[in-house]
């Protein structure tokens, strides 16, 4: 009965178990990496979201 009553009392918590992973600060995604952005890596959707990406920036600048 103790286990019980400990439930009742302080609830179930279904959350996480264990500690997460530490961020070393690396970049996980070829899409943050500098090639990717400016499309030199020879993919041509990658070169055509590069060319959005640079009008976008370029939109407003006089």
Do not use: C, W
């Not at 009392?9 to 990717?36: C, H, L, M, W």
């Amino acid at each position: 009965m103790d286990d019980f009553e400990k439930i009742l009392e302080n609830g179930i918590s279904f959350g996480r178990g264990g500690e997460r992973p530490k961020d070393n600060g690396k970049v996980k995604t070829k899409a943050k990496k500098k090639q990717y952005i400016t499309g030199a890596h020879g993919s041509g959707s990658a070169r055509q979201k590069a060319k959005y990406r640079e009008q976008r920036a370029n939109r407003h600048k006089k």
